[in-house]
Nanobody, 127 residues
């Protein structure tokens, strides 16, 4: 599957952005999806994950209550709505697909648990 992330840009602190990740392939509806980010000089970190059905969502503590992950299987697209953005949210954001789908209590939060990756989209939050 190929993933194409978009929607990044420059926004002031307190503002909002919505990232999109368009996927190719009919298997999308079986995949768990995740968003990760990498700031300059830092390791890539987990942001959010959503199960194949959309019934389970999980977030890093740093974004909980501000970010929302969602998906539209008919459009083979996953979204990340980011509100109340902070300067520390500045990073390249990546979407990723997990072939095993996941459901239940466990969710994939390690980048090695994802099989496919998009190219990344830059989010810059000015303070």
């Amino acid at each position: 599957v190929q993933l194409q992330a978009s929607g990044g840009g420059l926004v002031q602190a307190g503002g909002s952005l919505r990232l999109s990740c368009a996927a190719s392939g009919r298997a999308f509806s079986r995949y768990g999806m995740g968003w990760f980010r990498q700031a300059p000089g830092k390791e890539r970190e987990f942001v959010a994950a959503i199960s194949w059905s959309g019934g389970s969502t999980n977030y890093a503590d740093s974004v909980k209550g501000r970010f929302t992950i969602s998906r539209d299987n008919a459009k083979t697209t996953v979204y990340l709505q980011m509100n109340s953005l902070k300067a520390e949210d500045t990073a390249v954001y990546y979407c990723a697909a997990n072939e095993r789908g996941y459901s239940g209590a466990y969710y994939p939060w390690r980048d090695r648990e994802y099989d496919y990756w998009g190219q990344g989209t830059q989010v810059t939050v000015s303070s």
